[in-house]
């Protein structure tokens, strides 16, 4: 299941597509998804402060894509096979780990901001990212938002807010 909107870069948007995704899983019974957040910009931002060249992102986020099939550990090696910079490759896989289940979208958004601090469209990322959760916070969709910086999925379409939504029992 699937749903764009195209013509409007505002985070009002994103947050409704939030919403009425989980309004059809609840009404479909689901209650136990995760809806994970994360945008273009702040992927590009993120890879860029942890140093990986311009010309190596899209084989670092082929490989990034891969962190919750293959871990930590898989991914290092794979940015290895990929000829990332292992210094590179560390500082943006301990940024990564640093970010737990256990931390809220508030948490997750201030350490995001301070690793890409000096990277004017990450900062806006940042923002954009968090003008979704405000907006979404009255919805149905706020307690199932993660933002996970890792996601990077579907980049060859994705420019701004990046969505995956996984249900537990399926």
């Known amino acids: 299941c699937d749903i764009d909107a195209m013509g409007s870069t505002s985070p009002v948007v994103e947050a409704d597509l939030l919403a009425a995704v989980s309004e059809v899983l609840t009404r479909l019974g689901f209650d136990d998804f995760r809806i994970r957040l994360n945008h273009r ?5 993120m890879l860029e402060s942890a140093g990986v060249p311009a010309a190596l ?7 990034l894509d891969k962190l919750d099939k293959i ?3 898989g991914v290092q090696g794979e940015f290895a096979a990929r000829g990332i910079d292992p210094a590179a490759a560390s500082r943006c896989l301990e940024f990564l ?10 948490d997750v958004l201030m350490r995001l ?6 990277h004017d469209a990450g900062v806006a990322a940042v923002h954009h990212l968090r003008d979704i959760v405000d907006l979404a916070s009255g919805t149905p969709a706020a307690p199932h938002i993660r933002v996970d910086p890792s996601l990077a999925r579907g980049l060859s ?9 996984s249900v537990a029992d399926l």
Do not use: K, R
């Open 41 to 45: 910009q702040a992927l590009t931002a």
């Open 57 to 63: 992102h899209g084989d670092a986020l082929v490989a």
């Open 71 to 73: 871990g930590v550990a």
């Open 97 to 106: 780990a640093g970010v737990t289940p256990d931390l809220t979208a508030d």
């Open 113 to 118: 901001a301070s690793f890409v601090a000096g």
């Open 157 to 165: 379409y994705y420019t701004g807010a990046i969505m995956e939504v």
